[in-house]
């Protein structure tokens, strides 16, 4: 079975620092890897996703993640964070063959404080 | 265009009373999930169907839980003689599916349902 660890439930940083959140899976083999972001009262957007082909890879508001398989992880990061990224990031995984169902990891609280 | 959209966006009811959880996915996707996201369990797939296929109904955690599909489109989540650990936020989503792949999840803003 598939999972997805998030370390960290609740991240803080100033505006205009680095956003690190990690997430690190769990496969026999390399799954489908995305991130969501999820506004209070709402639902949830995608970041961005890896499923084949460069490691590095970039999504909306800045936000970009790298699949590094060595280490079964797939970070999200942003260079400068902005008040209006404070929100939850979930990190989540498929299988790439079969269905669709996603697994999603505890989500991470991101704060940006002034 | 329209994204997924639910209704209602909150219910309220007693404990042991039967509700239903609507959901409109975005037109023209052939896939539709529901998921449950609540303070003990984070975010847990519950069903999804397919087109005509058989539903995955695998992580609807008892038989107290239902969903349909009718005609393809509008989706309904059932949940039978509700208990308090059901109150959550009940989050639906659909997806395209094209040349055997699935493309991304679209999320609606999702049911939040209390049980008293």
């Known amino acids: 079975a598939q999972s997805v660890t998030q370390l960290g439930s609740h991240v803080s940083v100033s505006e205009g620092a680095l956003v690190l959140l990690r997430c690190n899976y769990s496969s026999s083999v390399p799954p489908y890897l995305f991130w969501y972001v999820q506004y209070p009262n709402q639902g949830l957007q995608l970041l961005l996703k890896?499923?084949?082909?460069?490691?590095l890879v970039k999504g909306i508001n800045g936000f970009e993640a790298e699949f590094k398989k060595s280490e079964t992880s797939f970070h999200l990061t942003k260079p400068s964070a902005h008040m209006s990224d404070a929100a939850e990031y979930f990190c989540a995984v498929r299988p790439t063959g079969g269905g669709n169902k996603l697994t999603f990891g505890t989500g991470t609280q991101l704060k940006v404080e002034l | 265009g329209a994204g997924v959209s639910q209704s209602p966006s909150n219910k309220v009811t007693e404990k042991g009373k039967d509700v239903e959880l609507r959901c409109d996915p975005i037109?023209?996707?052939?896939?539709l999930y529901w998921y449950r996201q609540s303070l003990g369990q984070g975010l847990e797939f519950l069903i999804y169907f397919q087109g005509n296929s058989a539903p995955d109904k695998s992580g609807l955690p008892s038989d107290r839980f239902s969903a349909e599909r009718t005609g393809g489109s509008v989706s309904t989540l059932t949940i039978q003689r509700t208990q308090q650990e059901d109150s959550a936020v009940y989050l639906c989503?659909?997806?395209?599916?094209?040349?055997?792949?699935?493309?991304?999840?679209?999320f609606g803003p999702g049911t939040r349902l209390t049980v008293l």
């Open positions: 037109s023209g996707h052939t896939a």
């Open positions: 890896y499923t084949t082909g460069a490691t």
């Open positions: 989503a659909s997806s395209s599916y094209q040349g055997a792949k699935y493309n991304e999840q679209f």
